[in-house]
């Protein structure tokens, strides 16, 4: 007895001589008998038909249709019929949100309709007309009959093992492209991450390669990327890549146009078979030849005010050449592309900026006869947390070594400024008042509020005393900042936790707080460490954790030379998760 006939109450055909239908539990059933009422109305349909609930999932299946598919009812009973039957004519599985037979059961109106493609049991790609009816089988569940019909003399596709992604997209599919661009592009201000997004958004969803021209600050061109789908893996021709010959002014050919931001147009391999009109046009032949592409679309990149670039999407694997339809789609991607990369350059131009204007800020070190001295600034990676941190260390009139280390709020060029005003009003006072640290911090903290442009500030200033028996002494004083380190040539590293009060900004004559001095004798061989917050916080931290992390990593680097010390203290201590910038001093005591 076969699987039809066991789906029928009676065990025997229908009279009309048709396969019986296979029916099995509904899913929001599961457990109650084949429904009678509906395989009975598939026996009498001549053709191959399947009823399936409200959700689309099927509910029964006729012989015909058993034989139509190729599959049996209990590969299709109880599953969803979108997704184990509907495909494009490329084999990809239909959109739900697009997907006409899917669309007609939910909507509980008769429909009809053709070339819709279904996958058959052996993976082959059969096109097909369909009837969908809704119909209520008797029981007072709402289902839907779907009738499916092969198109006259249609051809059936063969299963593909790799099939390739579709040569076109729909309208549904071409918005969501476009959506994803946009997110996708948006989300991160480095221009490298930014082009290798780009290119995974269009290769193999469009084309087999994608190839980025960009226009250096210095209206060169560069042949960025020359990128190809090889597996799921995407392929640089690095041999392809590199600088390119400057752009012509007036060649009509297609990449040229672009690069001046002229038109995007449709481009082949005969397009630059003819005399080479530039050194451009040279390029884009052996472009062709070594990467095989018949046929590529070609678009500017724009900016707000100028031209980054051009895209150009090629397929040598797929037959299908590139339509007018394909330019517009391009063009809509590479519009989104050129705002995402204008922004990306300006916030590289920012960071740049910041860094040089902070490193050329920052004071070159004096020579102090016995004394290791040394500093380090590391930029946060971000470009808008650039600009607060900084040190400072020069000798003053009566042979004393001016040490400080501070953090103006706020990261920004502002917080830069500011940062200079501050460094440049402490070096005026230090130099004119030979005053105990607190008295200089306490007129800076004065002066800030009405000269400076800085809101808030933390710092340690200090003056380091060396006898003429060589003894080395430390006074200090700390506004709000993290305490500095002392470490022993023997690994034994502390806090130097006293002199604290308010941090700058606050007035601390207003508030009728006084400063207080402190001081301590650095011992011989050993190291002093000023540093700013960048190399201690994290999210998620306590202040308490990177104190202890730093005094631990500083204490096993004890023993090595100052430069050393310096550079793996950096590396080690300061915590991944960290995005501020980080200024550091250390001064090494002669042994």
């Not at 200089?440 to 009405?450: K, N």
């Not at 002494?473 to 380190?485: F, V």
Request: net charge negative; hydrophobic share 40%.
């Amino acid at each position: 007895m076969t699987a039809s006939q066991a789906a029928d109450p009676s065990g025997q055909e229908s009279p009309d001589g048709a396969p019986g239908a296979s029916a099995g539990p509904s899913p929001d059933r599961a457990g109650e008998a084949p429904r009678p009422v509906a395989a009975a109305a598939l026996r009498v349909l001549g053709a191959a038909a399947y009823l399936v609930d409200e959700g689309g999932r099927v509910l029964a299946v006729n012989g015909h249709a058993e034989a139509l598919l190729r599959r049996s009812a209990a590969e299709l009973v109880g599953r969803d019929a979108h997704d184990v039957l509907h495909r494009d004519r490329h084999g990809e599985v239909t959109p739900r949100a697009s997907c006409p037979v899917r669309q007609a059961i939910l909507s509980g109106r008769p429909r009809q309709g053709e070339e819709q493609w279904l996958e058959r049991g052996d993976g082959s790609l059969l096109p097909v007309s369909w009837l969908a009816v809704p119909c209520a089988p008797g029981d007072g569940a709402a289902s839907t009959l779907v009738v499916v019909h092969a198109e006259e003399g249609a051809a059936v596709q063969a299963p593909a093992e790799n099939p390739e992604p579709a040569a076109s997209l729909s309208e549904l599919e071409r918005l969501a492209l476009l959506a994803e661009t946009t997110t996708t592009l948006t989300s991160t201000l480095d221009v490298d991450e930014a082009l290798r997004r780009l290119v995974a958004l269009v290769v193999p969803r469009l084309a087999d390669w994608a190839v980025v021209d960009l226009i250096t600050e210095n209206d060169e061109v560069w042949r960025t990327a020359v990128v190809h789908a090889k597996g799921d893996a995407l392929v640089h021709r690095e041999d392809l890549e590199g600088p390119m010959p400057p752009v012509p002014e007036e060649s009509p050919m297609p990449l040229s146009r672009a690069l001046r931001g002229e038109s995007s147009a449709l481009a082949g391999p005969e397009t630059y078979q003819g005399p080479p009109d530039s050194g451009v046009a040279l390029e884009q032949r052996r472009l062709f030849e070594a990467t095989g592409m018949h046929s590529a679309v070609i678009s500017p990149i724009r900016g707000l005010r100028e031209i980054l670039g051009a895209l150009t999407l090629g397929r040598s694997q797929r037959p299908e050449a590139f339509t007018a339809a394909d330019v517009a789609l391009l063009e809509d991607i590479t519009r989104r592309a050129g705002l995402a990369l204008a922004n990306a350059r300006l916030y590289q131009r920012q960071r740049m900026v910041a860094e040089t204007m902070q490193r050329h800020l920052l004071p070159q070190l004096p020579r102090v006869p016995g004394l290791g001295i040394t500093a380090r600034y590391l930029a946060a990676p971000d470009a808008s947390h650039v600009g607060g941190d900084w040190y400072d260390a020069f000798a003053l009139s009566d042979g004393v070594l001016a040490l400080a280390i501070g953090d103006v709020v706020g990261h920004d060029l502002d917080a830069a400024a500011g940062m200079a005003q501050l460094r440049n009003m402490l070096r005026a006072y230090a130099w004119s008042q030979k005053e105990p640290p607190s008295k200089i911090v306490d007129w800076l903290d004065h002066a800030s509020l009405h000269i400076a442009e800085v809101s808030m500030a933390t710092m340690t200033f200090g003056r380091l005393t060396v006898s003429d028996e060589g003894r080395c002494e430390l006074s200090w004083t700390n506004a709000g900042h993290p305490p500095p380190l002392l470490v022993t040539r023997e690994g034994v590293a502390r806090y130097l936790t006293d002199g604290h009060g308010v941090l700058l900004g606050l007035g601390a004559h207003r508030l009728r707080v006084s400063r207080t001095d402190a001081s301590a004798e650095l011992p011989p061989g050993s190291t002093l460490l000023l540093y700013t917050d960048g190399l201690i916080e994290a999210p998620g931290r306590s202040l308490d954790e990177g104190l202890d992390r730093l005094r631990r990593h500083a204490a096993s680097l004890a023993h090595r030379p100052l430069e050393s010390f310096t550079d793996e203290l950096l590396q080690r201590a300061r915590p991944p998760q960290n995005e501020d910038d980080v200024a550091l001093l250390a001064l090494r005591v002669p042994s």
